[in-house]
């Protein structure tokens, strides 16, 4: 008796890809252990630090989600809206605000990405026609990029704990 594939719904597909790390380092994984007296370090020839880059995610994820999600929403300028200023800087607090911000904001477009009455594949008027989906693989593949950027800079200031393995 031969054993028919079952296809998983491409919703269910999507969801899964946003809710696990699948290929990707998580963002859980990149800030873990970070040192805190380094959050506003800038490495050598790089013109933003590690908080920056986390800062732009967050901006970036959220202006991606607001354009899908809200009829008014005004984009940042671009790109000096996206990035906090060069001089900016944060303490431990604001560090944790952000990755707590980025942390909501994921679960807030899993939860989309989940609702039966979101179809996440349609066109959205007010979003220049995009789709849910278009905003939430971006979003992935933007935030993707630079944790993938940060954990190399990590690596080349020599932030990871010495115990790190991989």
Avoid at 19 to 29: D, I, K, N, P, V
Wanted: aromatic share 10%; proline share 8%.
């Amino acid at each position: 008796m031969a054993r028919t594939a079952r296809r998983k719904d491409p919703k269910a597909l999507i969801h899964e890809v946003f809710s696990g790390e699948s290929a990707h380092m998580s963002l859980q994984e990149a800030v873990a252990g970070f040192p805190v007296a380094q959050i506003n370090t800038k490495p050598p020839n790089v013109p933003y630090s590690f908080w920056h880059i986390l800062e732009h995610i967050r901006i970036a994820q959220t202006d991606l989600l607001d354009y899908v999600q809200k009829s008014k929403h005004v984009s940042p300028a671009w790109p000096e809206g996206y990035w906090p200023a060069p001089a900016a800087t944060t303490d431990a607090a604001g560090w944790k605000r952000t990755i707590a911000a980025i942390k909501a904001d994921l679960t807030r477009l899993e939860r989309m990405l989940a609702d039966p009455r979101v179809d996440i594949f349609a066109p959205v008027a007010f979003a220049d026609g995009k789709s849910v989906v278009r905003c939430a693989f971006l979003a992935l593949d933007h935030n993707a990029y630079h944790l993938g950027e940060f954990a190399i800079l990590r690596q080349v200031m020599q932030f990871w704990p010495p115990t790190r393995r991989g």
